[in-house]
């Protein structure tokens, strides 16, 4: 009877251990199908199916007022603004029309030239006083052309009285004015009226150096002001 058991727990074991080796060729097919998806156009397919987690939509007006959503930004020659949004239909960027972009770019040229010149300032004067003594010797040339100007603007007029009188004795005596004095004449009104619009030009460049230089000295006093704040907070 024990012998009789032994013979059955063997057959048994012997049955499991043949059911074991017939899975395993199973296991394995199943195990070579896996690795063969891994490099094959499926499991790349999988990849771009889970990078579609993190699209975004485009929407925008188009032409014709109606609302768009692509996968893809809006034609080039779309002026308006477009909002980006996620899958979940959120927006997480707007992109601005041409318009506000051209006003966005307006505004950063004028904030990098205001930086421009506050760096300009600070390191071209040192001292309030190196501005303003600046600004005196500028607008001291500008006086001392004009004066030359009004100087010569004097003599003009000395020549062009003379002459004058010399057109007047001449119509005295019932002559006309000779051709020397109708060319000296027309000359010298030519240089009157150059000179006195030189003088203009001058007067206009002294009053746009003078207001430049207000403003400057504005801008450098409260250059000069948050400098010292900056240093107090630092101590």
């Known amino acids: 009877m024990q012998a009789k058991q032994q013979k059955t727990v063997k057959k048994s074991t012997a049955h499991q251990f043949s059911q074991e080796h017939v899975a395993q ?24 199916a889970m990078s579609t987690a993190d699209a975004r939509w485009y929407k925008w007006v188009d032409e014709n007022g ?4 692509q996968d893809r930004p809006p034609p080039t020659d779309y002026n308006e603004s477009t909002q980006v949004l996620n899958t979940q239909g959120v927006t997480v960027k707007r992109i601005p029309s041409r318009a506000e972009q051209k006003q966005i770019d307006e505004q950063k040229r004028i904030k990098a030239a205001k930086n421009q010149r506050d760096e300009m ?5 040192p001292s309030e006083t190196d501005l303003t003594r600046t ?11 004009v004066t030359r100007m009004y100087d010569q603007m004097v003599i003009l007029n000395s020549r062009l009285d003379l002459i004058e009188e010399k057109i007047s004795k001449r119509a005295e005596r019932g002559l006309a004015p000779s051709e020397a004095l109708d060319s000296d004449r027309s000359a010298v009104i030519r240089s009157i009226d150059s000179t006195n619009a ?6 206009k460049e002294r009053r746009q150096v003078a ?18 704040s900056a240093a107090l907070s630092d101590e």
Do not use: C, Q
Request: proline share 1%; aromatic share 12%.
């Open 211 to 228: 207001m430049m230089f207000e403003d400057d000295l504005k801008r450098y006093r409260e250059l000069a002001e948050a400098a010292r």
């Open 121 to 125: 300032l600070v390191k071209s004067f």
């Open 198 to 203: 030189l003088i203009k030009s001058k007067l």
């Open 25 to 48: 060729p199973e296991i394995a097919s199943v195990n070579h199908w896996f690795f063969r998806a891994l490099t094959s156009g499926l499991f790349v397919a999988a990849l771009m």
């Open 66 to 69: 109606n609302i768009s959503y």
């Open 135 to 145: 600004r005196d010797k500028r607008i001291g040339h500008i006086d001392g052309t």
